[in-house]
């Protein structure tokens, strides 16, 4: 991982002023030992602080992730940090040759939600976009269960 960046406390902007801070790379290392790289863009909400984190690839649909955090800058870089861990470390979909959305890994899965240039959405889960219709698919043997969701950033 690249060096921690340390900023000091100061003035808050004006109101919806957002400060943007330098941005920096670290690099993870993903459950099949794989490097993944990542842009951090350090962020001062005003309210708080985000450490937003865009994967470094040339697929189409890359992982973002963020951490925010009230008190500090550093709190909010260490937040994101380990969402990126366990992230790339939790394999939430079992693929066959197929599907890649085979067989759910227990009963949660987390993405971040995307669209394209058309305005469809899709879902990105273990780095890969699930359609809506791959969305369907997976649901349509569960009719009856409850299912709960959740906005997380």
Known sequence: MSNLLIFTPH?????MTLMTHPTSYETFTDHKGNQIKFLLTFLDLRSK???AASEMTENENPRIFHGYDTE???AALTKVRKVITEELNTLYFTADH???FAQLNGDLFRGYVGDHED????????GKEMTLEDLGEFLKPLMGF???VRVLD
Do not use: L
């Open 146 to 148: 409850r299912i709960e």
């Open 72 to 74: 500090s800058m550093e």
């Open 49 to 51: 602080y985000c450490v």
């Open 11 to 15: 003035q808050h902007p004006a109101p």
């Open 98 to 100: 197929k599907n890649p």
């Open 119 to 126: 305005g469809e959405p899709f879902i990105v889960v273990d």
